[in-house]
């Protein structure tokens, strides 16, 4: 839910120019045991082939992994944490009376709010994987609504994610097509 990425030094960094104010946010986090890795921030979203090559119980009701996760997902969940969580943070360090360090933060504080967050984008994917009937009803009628089928593949958290025009249904490829496309994108599913 919370992307790696958006955790790096770097991405934060970008945000929260102060090297001080960076080392800092940095101290915090050595002290949680949030796990990025670990429930409930992780969720295994369907890539494209998924939708060609699986039943769509195997996939129903969750954006694709591929379509909008970079840059506009990514892009969003690291602003929200910039708001949520760093700045929050950076205004509720204090100074310790017998060090005069920044210091007296709440860990568990900190893993909240990151809990929260997974909590946030989950909450946002799976709604957005149920918008307009649900991925495996768009899927279904690609053809007869194209001005909305591509919105619950979408993981871009706007109101309106890029419009895309539905792919041909699968059965109509010749065999040709279908051996080249099955060797370029299905090899690893």
């Known amino acids: 839910m919370v992307c790696v990425s958006s955790m790096s030094d770097a991405t934060i960094r970008k945000l929260v120019a102060d090297s001080g104010k960076m080392e800092f946010i ?9 796990n990025i890795n670990a429930e409930p921030n992780t969720v295994g979203l369907p890539k494209k082939p998924a939708f060609v090559k699986r ?9 694709c992994h591929q379509v909008d996760h970079n840059p506009l997902y990514t892009k969003a969940v690291s602003s929200r944490l910039n708001k949520q969580v ?8 204090t100074k310790c009376k017998d060090c005069k360090k920044e210091c007296n933060i709440n860990a568990s504080s900190v893993q909240t709010q990151l809990e929260g967050e997974s909590d946030f984008w989950h909450d946002f994917l799976d709604t957005r994987g149920e918008e307009e009937g649900g991925t495996a009803f768009c899927w279904k009628h690609r053809k007869s609504i194209p001005d909305v089928w591509y919105i619950p593949f979408s993981m871009d958290p706007s109101d309106a994610p890029p419009k895309r025009d539905p792919p041909p249904e699968w059965d109509g490829l010749s065999s040709t097509l279908k051996n080249y496309l099955s060797k370029i994108m299905f090899k690893f599913v």
Request: proline share 4%; aromatic share 16%.
């Open 26 to 34: 940095r101290e915090c986090l050595k002290l949680t045991d949030w």
């Open 55 to 63: 039943n769509s119980s195997d996939w129903n009701g969750w954006p």
């Open 86 to 93: 760093w700045q929050e943070v950076l205004k509720n360090r």
